[in-house]
């Protein structure tokens, strides 16, 4: 009993010497750390005056990423309406909706030409007194036809311009109207300047 006594003795003095050799480590390594951190307070602070980057001898193997000015894509989902309270800055018309307004006005102007295009020509002999035959109506038709494509285009080009990309929803009619008095007055000017020949006096 005695004998284990004295070992357990010997073990537990062996294990607070090696505990306190630990300890005195210890302490020493964190003098050390706060003599460092003495030293490196105690040092002035670093000032950068000016930058120089010398282009000339930078060398670029390669480019890669992104380079985002103004907005992030991500910031860019969060955006529903972009508007410009500028009522002065013209707005481009999309080839899509340009298209869409030529088709209708000339669809309008189809019809106008089946449907009343015999009575301008009509009104047109009663105001000149004059007879022409009926085949120059189908003339007239296809001829007003070859001319309408560059005509909406020129009357919605000059409606832009003079609107300065406000909408309006009378444009179609606008120009429909615009169309009807050229043709009007073409037809006018179609028959007066006909040869002699080619038209009679009306009978009264």
Known sequence: MNQ???TYLQQLHAFVEAQERRIRSLEATVKKLQGETEALKSRPPMQVDRIEYK??????????GTLNIGLNPSELQNIEDFAVDNKNIKAPVSPKNHMKRTMEIEDAIYQYLESELPEVVSNV???????VDDSYIAFIKED???QLPNRIDFYIKQQQYSNRGQQDSN?????????KKEIQNGVHAFISHLPENMKGMKKE
């Open 171 to 179: 444009e179609n009619a606008e120009v429909i109207e615009s169309l």
């Open 55 to 64: 282009f000339d001898q930078l060398k670029v193997e390669s480019l890669e």
């Open 125 to 131: 002999q009663q105001k000149l007194n004059v007879s």
């Open 4 to 6: 284990q006594f004295s």
């Open 144 to 146: 007003i036809k070859k």
